[in-house]
């Protein structure tokens, strides 16, 4: 009960103190007041307004004077209990702050209670700053709306750890905050609560480690607040515009690195998931019970992912890097790094399906635990681009439910035995064209395909360099021309060729090992075979 009762006076100092952001005189707005906070030397018993007189907890918070410009800052080096709620307006040149100060290790806040440690509600140009925040109970920062748009709240160097990183049965609820999403951050939830957004929110240079799930954007998705509709008359989305996630790394999690879930214009660019969705999904039959991928679209609009390594996920049903979901629109995966997952696409379009998505420029290595797919439904992708990636050791790879869209200049390499499956109905206006295939037969429908050695510059597949072109590559200015705004390959060079895969220089100084024509007529023997006792198997199940 004494816990409790601590509990509770902290959740309501913290409520009481930016409720109160509205009222104070616009004559002392520009200046700055700070709170201070040491759980070593500090005593409740303090002002704690000046850094020589910190408090210890955030329950002796007292004499209030709240506005835009306040700091609330936290000794480096201690752990501070903390569930609070925070409604407040700062601005775009004076944010409220929530941060450190000090040296040492990031001053920890946590709680051990099922909530959250922070949470912003109806909150504008707030910043989240170089803290350590900890919930094995619970769950991270939540961001909502009720009455009000949201802007500019910035999350920044904040580590988030232990956040309820268990196996589960179920997809985590995402309906009611970090705590019940075992997240580190939340935006709003699926369903919603609201129709107003959360805009220009970034987070920047964050690690996520040994937590279920990182950072899950959701937004507003029909009047009705219900994602599941059943037609797509019912959909009436309002996005969050300006999501910016840059510079994060994710680790050792059970479940998803990032959605980027109803938005418009978000961005997830250099960031790192690794060792995420290891909740592998299956029940003790085997049979799935949950899927889960490290960064996905749900229901956004013109965004994009890259710049990103993903590697290592498990979960059986998805395990992905690439994943457009659910009415998501001209979106873009490009210059990912994929490695070591159960696969590297499958896509989930509803209703008409999705328009105008594209991946480029794209390294896939060893994703090969499952089948690949470019759309999983009949309704498909439609506009969908899917050009200069590399593509090696994959398992079996389905270009299906495709319409009007263009597949060029694609390395495709399949593991032993694994094939490659494609639409050949011409009503479907899909061009494949300057693909090369290796290991597995080239599709009949591909326009000046090669099928060949591509001329790695080396062996190593650890390294992603291996996989620049030898300049005696068949590969070199081999590609079909894409009109597009891109200017550099995936390995950051200036694109000087128009070759095929993700490699777009003039070709290292490696030597091209090719094979002879016996070696690539048992090889194209073999793939035959391979090719008909699939063919067969298929028909039989």
């Given at each position: 009960?004494?816990?409790?009762?601590?509990?509770?006076?902290?959740?309501?100092?913290?409520?009481?103190?930016?409720?109160?952001?509205?009222?104070?005189?616009?004559?002392?707005?520009?200046?700055?007041?700070?709170?201070?906070?040491?759980?070593?030397?500090?005593?409740?018993?303090?002002?704690?307004?000046?850094?020589?007189?910190?408090?210890?907890?955030?329950?002796?918070?007292?004499?209030?004077?709240?506005?835009?410009?306040?700091?609330?800052?936290?000794?480096?080096?201690?752990?501070?209990?903390?569930?609070?709620?925070?409604?407040?307006?700062?601005?775009?040149?004076?944010?409220?702050?929530?941060?450190?100060?000090?040296?040492?290790?990031?001053?920890?806040?946590?709680?051990?209670?099922?909530?959250?440690?922070?949470?912003?509600?109806?909150?504008?140009?707030?910043?989240?700053?170089?803290?350590?925040?900890?919930?094995?109970?619970?769950?991270?920062?939540?961001?909502?709306?009720?009455?009000?748009?949201?802007?500019?709240?910035?999350?920044?160097?904040?580590?988030?750890?232990?956040?309820?990183?268990?196996?589960?049965?179920?997809?985590?609820?995402?309906?009611?905050?970090?705590?019940?999403?075992?997240?580190?951050?939340?935006?709003?939830?699926?369903?919603?609560?609201?129709?107003?957004?959360?805009?220009?929110?970034?987070?920047?240079?964050?690690?996520?480690?040994?937590?279920?799930?990182?950072?899950?954007?959701?937004?507003?998705?029909?009047?009705?607040?219900?994602?599941?509709?059943?037609?797509?008359?019912?959909?009436?989305?309002?996005?969050?515009?300006?999501?910016?996630?840059?510079?994060?790394?994710?680790?050792?999690?059970?479940?998803?690195?990032?959605?980027?879930?109803?938005?418009?214009?978000?961005?997830?660019?250099h960031c790192r998931a690794i060792n995420c969705c290891q909740g592998e999904g299956v029940d003790e039959n085997g049979e799935i019970?949950?899927?889960?991928?490290?960064?996905?679209?749900?229901?956004?609009?013109?965004?994009?992912?890259?710049?990103?390594?993903?590697?290592?996920?498990?979960?059986?049903?998805?395990?992905?890097?690439?994943?457009?979901?659910?009415?998501?629109?001209?979106?873009?995966?490009?210059?990912?790094?994929?490695?070591?997952?159960?696969?590297?696409?499958?896509?989930?379009?509803?209703?008409?399906?999705?328009?105008?998505?594209?991946?480029?420029?794209?390294?896939?290595?060893?994703?090969?635990?499952?089948?690949?797919?470019?759309?999983?439904?009949?309704?498909?992708?439609?506009?969908?681009?899917?050009?200069?990636?590399?593509?090696?050791?994959?398992?079996?790879?389905?270009?299906?439910?495709?319409?009007?869209?263009?597949?060029?200049?694609?390395?495709?390499?399949?593991?032993?035995?694994?094939?490659?499956?494609?639409?050949?109905?011409?009503?479907?206006?899909?061009?494949?064209?300057?693909?090369?295939?290796?290991?597995?037969?080239?599709?009949?429908?591909?326009?000046?395909?090669?099928?060949?050695?591509?001329?790695?510059?080396?062996?190593?597949?650890?390294?992603?360099?291996?996989?620049?072109?030898?300049?005696?590559?068949?590969?070199?200015?081999?590609?079909?021309?894409?009109?597009?705004?891109?200017?550099?390959?995936?390995?950051?060079?200036?694109?000087?060729?128009?070759?095929?895969?993700?490699?777009?220089?003039?070709?290292?100084?490696?030597?091209?090992?090719?094979?002879?024509?016996?070696?690539?007529?048992?090889?194209?023997?073999?793939?035959?075979?391979?090719?008909?006792?699939?063919?067969?198997?298929?028909?039989?199940?």
């Amino acid at each position: 009960m004494k816990f409790l009762k601590k509990f509770l006076c902290i959740f309501v100092a913290f409520s009481v103190v930016f409720a109160c952001m509205g009222m104070f005189a616009s004559a002392i707005e520009n200046e700055k007041n700070y709170y201070f906070f040491d759980s070593v030397n500090g005593d409740d018993a303090n002002s704690g307004t000046e850094i020589g007189s910190p408090i210890k907890t955030l329950a002796g918070l007292k004499n209030l004077e709240v506005k835009p410009g306040t700091h609330f800052l936290f000794k480096n080096g201690g752990e501070y209990e903390c569930a609070a709620t925070l409604t407040c307006n700062g601005r775009k040149d004076n944010p409220v702050v929530v941060s450190s100060y000090g040296e040492g290790e990031k001053a920890v806040l946590y709680t051990n209670e099922k909530t959250d440690v922070l949470r912003l509600f109806d909150c504008s140009y707030v910043t989240v700053s170089d803290l350590h925040i900890k919930a094995p109970n619970g769950g991270g920062i939540w961001i909502d709306t009720y009455n009000q748009i949201s802007e500019g709240i910035i999350i920044d160097n904040v580590y988030f750890t232990d956040i309820q990183n268990y196996k589960v049965h179920s997809r985590d609820n995402f309906s009611n905050g970090a705590a019940s999403a075992r997240a580190a951050v939340i935006v709003k939830g699926l369903p919603a609560k609201s129709r107003y957004a959360v805009n220009d929110l970034t987070i920047s240079n964050c690690e996520v480690y040994n937590c279920a799930n990182g950072f899950i954007i959701w937004g507003s998705w029909n009047d009705q607040q219900s994602p599941w509709c059943e037609t797509e008359e019912e959909i009436d989305p309002v996005y969050n515009e300006g999501l910016l996630i840059k510079n994060c790394y994710f680790h050792e999690m059970n479940a998803e690195a990032v959605i980027v879930g109803m938005c418009d214009g978000a961005l997830v660019t250099h960031c790192r998931a690794i060792n995420c969705c290891q909740g592998e999904g299956v029940d003790e039959n085997g049979e799935i019970e949950y899927f889960t991928a490290a960064m996905w679209f749900w229901g956004s609009e013109n965004s994009t992912i890259q710049y990103c390594e993903i590697a290592g996920q498990k979960n059986v049903g998805d395990g992905m890097a690439v994943d457009f979901d659910s009415h998501t629109n001209n979106c873009t995966y490009q210059y990912i790094y994929s490695h070591d997952n159960m696969r590297f696409m499958c896509n989930c379009p509803n209703y008409s399906g999705h328009h105008g998505n594209t991946v480029r420029y794209c390294l896939s290595v060893n994703d090969n635990g499952a089948r690949s797919t470019t759309a999983v439904g009949a309704c498909g992708e439609h506009d969908f681009s899917f050009y200069n990636n590399t593509i090696i050791n994959c398992g079996e790879f389905q270009f299906k439910n495709l319409y009007d869209s263009y597949i060029a200049n694609n390395i495709i390499v399949p593991v032993d035995g694994a094939t490659f499956a494609y639409d050949v109905d011409p009503s479907r206006n899909n061009v494949f064209e300057n693909n090369c295939y290796y290991n597995v037969m080239t599709p009949l429908v591909d326009i000046g395909a090669m099928n060949t050695v591509p001329g790695f510059a080396g062996s190593d597949y650890s390294d992603v360099n291996s996989f620049m072109l030898s300049k005696d590559s068949p590969l070199i200015g081999a590609g079909a021309k894409v009109e597009d705004a891109v200017l550099s390959d995936f390995f950051g060079n200036e694109i000087s060729s128009e070759n095929i895969g993700c490699y777009g220089g003039t070709g290292t100084d490696d030597e091209y090992d090719g094979e002879n024509i016996i070696e690539k007529i048992f090889r194209t023997i073999r793939n035959i075979m391979q090719t008909i006792i699939h063919e067969v198997s298929v028909i039989f199940d």
